[in-house]
């Protein structure tokens, strides 16, 4: 059954996830009116068990429950394509301007004024942006490349003659538009007059990434897939290290030569080196940052203290690269054969990661989802952003480290995008830019320049002395890994912040300080205190595994990126935060509140 849906699925290009009901309702009646009917499927009402619209925060989903020949009922969630409902779309305009000539005296209810309005909007604001990459040029051929965002990695630099293909080693940047390093792939093999491979090699295990980070990622993938194959450029999933399998399909396909994208974290960054060492010696790979929008070897060449001594080298550099972004096209060069097809189902199954931490319902995975959470930030709470984003009462942050962190989007069309209210809420954007670029890049630094970003030995040497002063200090609570796990500690703000992030998947930015703060102040010493709040952000947390949380437990541990305080026990000059500062901040009852009774 699964395998017939993924037919009508692949048949109507699936890739639009419907924005409202009315969309939906559009979507729903245009499949069944162009009478598809797969052998073993057919998709009428007899077939539905039910329809559910679920309306999460800023998005409509639809579920559709089928019963198939009386077997057990499945759940699925169903992306309609954009031609579908773009077609509908006009389809809708004329029918209403049809229908405003005819029923003048009857206009519609305002009710559905609003929701013909907001389809109107989602749609512009993709289509905006796709018109803003297409007005940059029509091909990244014609498009002069800065360099600086390439480095390197092999000794020879050369494609060798008659090279059949280029790969993009897809790995941070899951995306296929605004992705710099997929242009530079692009690029390279325009020129080459090749054709394109994306590989991206999936690992049955990562770290502590459970079933909730490899959904959404796997989520985010299969629409790279069907972004890769609308513009003919061949998508493959690699199953194993990619040292051991990558090269083998270089060989395999006579590639000339590998991009890759840039992680400053040990495991992607052994895995480039593993790669660059196993390639066959004539073949190049080079690695383009396509996560940083100034490159984090060009933003700064060493270690940085602080926000305040790379604020100025990120914003001086900035004009030379957050410009648009050219279109990946239609690749005109098509492989002799065909990628594989991808089991995605019988895969997600085969991984052997915990399935204890399961996929959250609010953040639904993939690009497009990211830029319509991009959308509902700029349009709903980048007013509310500089001054409410410390509340975690109030709906003000983008919420969208998730689609970052797995870059299914951009920082740089974040960026781009935010950067357009600058005239409305001036404030706000100025804010966005200092976290999601200052911040964010400083973390970057950190983790490049330092190699022990997530151990007490990469603190800098006052923080150092003052926790090792403190370690013995007597503690009036001490957990253990597992109570703090399910949030069983004396204080309810603290629980209820656990319960977030375990629950949903993201705790509130302000939180997370507290938080860790709070297991510097429970454990046995600031190691285990560290390895816990880590072991903690990444098993739960969407965004986890990624250079701003470790630089988070860091600042919040060991004062990295940060001065030292008044002298206390314990924490030593590392800076404090407690219960009765969240109290004048926001109001904690509430916040309790609504997590209260959460199971977990
Ligand atoms: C203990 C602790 C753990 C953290 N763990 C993570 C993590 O695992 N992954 C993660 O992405 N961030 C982490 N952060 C940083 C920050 O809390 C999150 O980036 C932010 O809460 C994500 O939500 P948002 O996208 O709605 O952020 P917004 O407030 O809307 O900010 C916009 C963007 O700016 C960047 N940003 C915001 N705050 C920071 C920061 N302090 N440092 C670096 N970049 C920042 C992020 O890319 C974020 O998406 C952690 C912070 C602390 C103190």
Same mark, same amino acid.
């Not at 409410?388 to 969208?400: C, E, V």
């Not at 969407?542 to 990624?546: A, F, I, S, V």
């Given at each position: 059954m699964l395998r017939n849906i993924g037919c009508l699925l692949d048949y109507t290009h699936s890739s639009l996830i419907c924005t409202t009901l009315k969309q939906t309702y559009y979507a729903l009646t245009c499949l069944r009116t162009r009478q598809l009917s797969l052998p073993a499927f057919e998709l009428s009402s007899k077939k539905f068990k039910s329809v559910q619209f679920n309306s999460h925060l800023f998005y409509s989903e639809i579920y559709l429950e089928f019963v198939h020949h009386n077997a057990s009922v499945r759940q699925l969630q169903v992306r309609f394509s954009t031609s579908i409902i773009k077609n509908r779309m006009a389809e809708k305009k004329k029918m209403s301007a049809k229908r405003k000539m005819e029923t003048d005296e009857n206009p519609p209810t305002e009710k559905k004024q609003k929701l013909g309005t907001s389809d109107i909007k989602s749609d512009d604001f993709i289509d905006k942006i796709s018109a803003s990459r297409s007005n940059v040029c029509k $091909?990244? $051929?014609e498009f002069k490349f800065n360099k600086k965002r390439v480095r390197v990695l092999s000794k020879v630099k050369d494609f060798p003659e008659d090279s059949q293909g280029v790969v993009y080693w897809m790995s941070r940047d899951q995306r296929v538009q605004d992705n710099w390093a997929f242009l530079y792939a692009q690029k390279l093999a325009l020129k080459m007059e090749v054709p394109l491979h994306v590989c991206f090699c999936l690992v049955p295990k990562f770290l502590e990434a459970t079933i909730r980070h490899y959904h959404f990622m796997m989520e985010g993938l299969k629409e790279v897939e069907q972004d890769c194959n609308k513009l003919e450029i061949a998508f493959h999933l690699l199953i194993g290290y990619a040292k051991d399998v990558l090269p083998q399909f270089v060989t395999d396909h006579d590639i000339g030569g590998v991009v890759t994208d840039f992680s400053p974290l040990h495991t992607p960054m052994q895995w480039v080196d593993d790669v660059t060492t196993a390639l066959p010696k004539n073949i190049p790979i080079c690695q383009v940052d396509a996560h940083n929008i100034v490159p984090c070897w060009e933003a700064s060449p060493k270690l940085e203290y602080g926000a305040r001594t790379i604020r100025n080298k990120i914003h001086n550099q900035l004009s030379g690269y957050l410009t648009e972004f050219p279109p990946v096209c239609v690749h005109p060069y098509t492989p002799k054969q065909k990628p594989q097809n991808i089991d995605w189902t019988s895969i997600e199954a085969s991984l052997t990661v915990d399935r204890t931490v399961g996929p959250v319902d609010w953040a639904t995975p993939g690009s497009l989802a990211g830029l319509q959470m991009l959308e509902s930030f700029c349009k709903e709470r980048l007013k509310y952003f500089s001054k409410?984003?410390?509340?975690?009462?109030?709906?003000? =942050? $983008?919420? =969208?480290s998730p689609w970052i962190h797995f870059g299914q989007i951009s920082v740089q069309r974040c960026i781009l995008t935010v950067k357009q209210y600058r005239s409305k809420y001036k404030e706000g954007v100025e804010a966005y830019i200092e976290e999601a670029i200052i911040r964010r890049e400083l973390a970057d630094n950190f983790c490049f320049y330092n190699k022990n970003y997530d151990l007490i030995e990469g603190a800098y040497d006052w923080a150092k002395t003052s926790l090792k002063l403190h370690e013995k200090d007597k503690r009036k609570y001490l957990y253990t890994r597992e109570q703090l796990e399910k949030g069983q500690t004396h204080d309810d703000l603290w629980n209820a912040a656990q319960i977030q992030m375990a629950i949903e998947g993201k705790m509130h930015g302000f939180l997370r300080m507290y938080w860790a703060k709070k297991i510097l102040e429970w454990t046995g010493s600031p190691t285990e205190a560290l390895e816990t709040a880590i072991y903690l952000n990444d098993r739960f947390n =969407?965004?986890?595994?990624?250079p701003n949380g470790y630089v988070g437990c860091m600042w919040s541990i060991c004062g990295i990126h940060d001065q030292g305080w008044k002298e206390r026990e314990i924490f030593g000059k590392i800076r404090y935060m407690n219960y009765e500062g969240c109290k004048r901040k926001f109001d904690v009852a509430a916040f309790v509140r609504k997590y209260r009774g959460k199971k977990l």
């Open positions: $091909s990244i $051929s409410d984003r410390n509340n975690p009462n109030k709906t003000a =942050l $983008s919420n =969208l =969407l965004d986890g595994r990624d």
